[in-house]
Every structure is written in structure tokens, then in C-alpha cells.
């Protein structure tokens, strides 16, 4: 089964269809399909990474108990 969204960007491809073919060969594709469905997924997982260091910079800048610095308290 073909992702609808992948179909598209194919055929919307016009000019640049050549180049991307190209490119993708070079990068060892076997099918354009294959290149571009790649390339989602390696942009989804950036985000998802992205989304994940975020969550992580705000867990962190969660004001946490008060902390003394001397041990005499």
C-alpha cells in the first residue's frame, strides 16, 4: 500500500523530477517512492527529537525544592 502523500509529492514534482531521481540513485534508492519515503520519516524522527529535547529543557527548568548551600541548617 502506497502513502497518498508520498503519490503526491511525486506528481507534483514537474521540473525537479529528474534531479530528485538522480539524487536518489546516487543515494541508493531503488525508486523514487523509496527516497521520499525515507526522507519523511528521517523529518518526523527530527521533530520527534526535537519535541523530546524540548520537553526535556522544560522538566529542567522546573523549579525543584529549595536547596541550601551550607550543610549547617
Do not use: H, W
Request: charged share 40%.
Amino acid at each position: 500500500m502506497q502513502n497518498q502523500e508520498i503519490v503526491k509529492i511525486i506528481e507534483n514534482l514537474k521540473g525537479r523530477r529528474d534531479y530528485e531521481e538522480k539524487k536518489a540513485s546516487k543515494l541508493g534508492f531503488t525508486s523514487l517512492y523509496d527516497y521520499f519515503e525515507d526522507k519523511i520519516s528521517k523529518k518526523q524522527k527530527a521533530l520527534e527529537d526535537e519535541q523530546k529535547e524540548l520537553e526535556a529543557a522544560k522538566a529542567d527548568n522546573q523549579p525543584k525544592a529549595a536547596k541550601k548551600s551550607c550543610g549547617c541548617c
